[in-house]
């Protein structure tokens, strides 16, 4: 009746407003809000892992080609099936395989709206009542965030930073209980900058099989590895452990935007079919969406035309990138680097807060940073370790330089020995 206020029962879904205020996004719109727009000083992102839009991180050429053709051709203007086009899962099985002592098929692999989405295929998977997955600290926030929301219980195990932030494996031992489904490894490291052996991916493999779980291989920084240990993938242990390799092109290619990943089982011994993963892989497909088919269609070509000196030159940036990034730290008593960045595109530093004044902790820090120098840093309590800063040193060298050095002014000006 007109005048008389409806009684209404919607309801907003709570769970979810509470897991997406702990992403990554979360805390980079509550940073970016701070910056003073009356600054006329470029904002420096070193933030969040996405370098597309400096010139000298553009695409390969080939990969741009290959996009065109494909929509040019309007042969790829259809539904594809919901694993993916058979021809990209060839050819992400022929890449994969190219780093494996076994070879894995079409049939191992599941096309993903890039990493993002292979993560929640995964964790919704395992969201059996009562289970719990082994999650890395510090990692990366939306494994927390996918599991709080499908009810699936999380265990933090340590990454060890004096020891180049290796997986402190008797945590793993003692988290592990009966109803734990996997263990969650990253490499090349986010948020850690970290590589991992290969002796110490195959005490992880030894682990795993011994607690009965699977291993979640986080790849999506495949390849990208300048330091000491040379990228080795998780799927080279799958006779020991069954893998699931999660990896995409948005980092290699430099194309994030394009969505485009993959899930891949590497498990020689069926093991994961056996037991009912597989078969709930597909089953979630078939009640989602799955990336554009025209960038499917463009996959083997771009796998197969892109030439090497691309990668390299990426390479080479990004370890010229983590040299300044790591001299440039060393001259800020304000913060502390334990290890050199080796691979992916970020590194871990501690916050030395008793030589600060009126800051209290990480966030506050990244708050302050943000308002007064227009630098957007990541704080260490967004990935799971209170006091620390996630950095990323993917960006044009020149805007690096400039971001580090506003940091230190910000520290010298927040100094308790003015």
């Known amino acids: 009746m007109e005048g008389q206020s409806a009684k209404w029962i919607i309801r907003g879904n709570e769970v979810l407003d509470e897991t997406a205020a702990t992403s990554i996004r979360s805390y980079l719109n509550m940073l970016y809000d701070q910056v003073d727009k009356d600054d006329q000083r470029p904002v420096v992102p070193l933030s969040h892992g996405d370098p597309s839009s400096f010139s000298c991180f553009r695409t390969s050429p080939e990969a741009v080609d290959a996009i065109v053709r494909a929509v040019q051709s309007a042969e790829f203007n259809s539904y594809a099936p919901p694993i993916g086009i058979f021809p990209a899962r060839r050819a992400v099985a022929e890449y994969i395989s190219a780093d494996l002592p076994y070879n894995l098929s079409a049939d191992d692999v599941y096309l993903t709206v890039g990493c993002t989405q292979s993560i929640e295929v995964i964790l919704s998977v395992l969201a059996r009542p009562g289970a719990n997955i082994l999650l890395p600290k510090p990692g990366y926030p939306l494994y927390e965030s996918r599991a709080g929301f499908s009810k699936l219980e999380v265990r933090h195990f340590d990454l060890i930073p004096e020891k180049g932030w290796e997986v402190d494996l008797e945590s793993v031992e003692a988290l592990a209980d009966e109803n734990t489904a996997a263990i969650v490894i990253i490499s090349p490291g986010n948020p850690c900058g970290n590589v991992f052996s290969y002796q110490h991916l195959n005490k992880v493999a030894e682990t795993a099989r011994k607690l009965g779980i699977f291993v ?62 597989v078969d709930s892989i597909k089953s979630y497909f078939n009640i989602s969406t799955n990336p554009a088919t025209f960038v499917q269609a463009a996959i083997p070509q771009i796998f197969e035309k892109t030439k090497d000196d691309f990668f390299s030159k990426i390479i080479n940036i990004m370890r010229e990138a983590a040299d300044v990034f790591h001299e440039k730290t060393k001259e800020n008593p304000c913060v502390t680097c334990p290890h050199k960045p080796d691979g992916s595109m970020f590194a871990m530093v501690k916050l030395n807060l008793s030589l600060l004044e009126d800051i209290s902790d990480d966030t506050d820090f990244c708050l302050k940073l943000a308002r007064e120098e227009s630098v957007i840093i990541l704080p260490g309590v967004a990935v799971g370790l209170k006091n620390w800063l996630r950095i990323t040193f993917s960006i044009e060298p020149e805007s690096l330089e400039q971001g580090l050095d506003r940091m230190k002014a910000f520290c010298q000006r927040h100094s308790r020995k003015k």
């Open 216 to 277: 979640i291989a986080d790849e999506v920084y495949g390849h990208l590895a300048f330091g000491n240990n040379p990228y080795v993938p998780m799927g080279e242990f799958g006779s020991i452990v069954p893998v699931l390799s999660l990896g995409s092109i948005s980092k290699r290619w430099i194309v994030p935007g394009w969505r485009f990943g993959w899930i891949a089982t590497c498990d020689p011994h069926g093991i994961l079919k056996k037991y009912g993963i």
